[in-house]
């Protein structure tokens, strides 16, 4: 990921075994990670299980909030593609417990589709 894509709130797959490695301590037994996303410094994590969302806060980053989300408790959620003057895509969420949904936007050479899909797949079971 540019530091571009990152200063306009874009954001990139990583490598499994480097997120992997980083989220070790917040994984359930036998819980995989099936797809990672980074924003700068935030990450977004699909697991077989749930969502977790990263928040790196302060200057340095070293405070960390990490949110847990069941895949039970997203009750809709939408993908908007990018277009021809439009550079990114956009994945939004919403949750039972709240009437604004989580947004996270996608530098066009993503994928959009494939994220919804595994979305889709722990969503719709």
């Known amino acids: 990921m540019g530091l571009f894509d990152g200063l306009m709130g874009n ?10 490695s980083e989220v ?11 797809q990672a996303y980074k924003l700068i410094r935030d ?10 969302l990263i ?7 070293k405070k960390t ?6 895949y039970k408790s997203v009750v809709h959620f939408s993908i908007e593609t990018a277009g ?7 994945l939004k969420i919403w949750l039972s417990n ?3 949904p989580i947004e996270k ?7 959009i589709y494939k994220i919804q899909s595994v979305l889709a797949d722990y969503v719709l079971k």
């Open 98 to 100: 709240g009437a604004e």
């Open 65 to 70: 909030e990490y949110h847990s989300i069941p």
């Open 24 to 34: 070790k301590d917040l994984l359930a037994k036998n819980e995989k990670v099936e």
């Open 84 to 90: 021809t003057f439009d550079f990114e895509a956009e």
């Open 11 to 20: 954001a990139s797959e990583v490598k499994l075994d480097v997120i992997e």
């Open 105 to 111: 936007k996608f530098n066009k050479t993503l994928n």
């Open 43 to 52: 990450m977004f994590v699909f697991t077989d299980k749930r969502l977790l």
């Open 55 to 61: 928040d790196k806060q302060g200057v340095t980053g």
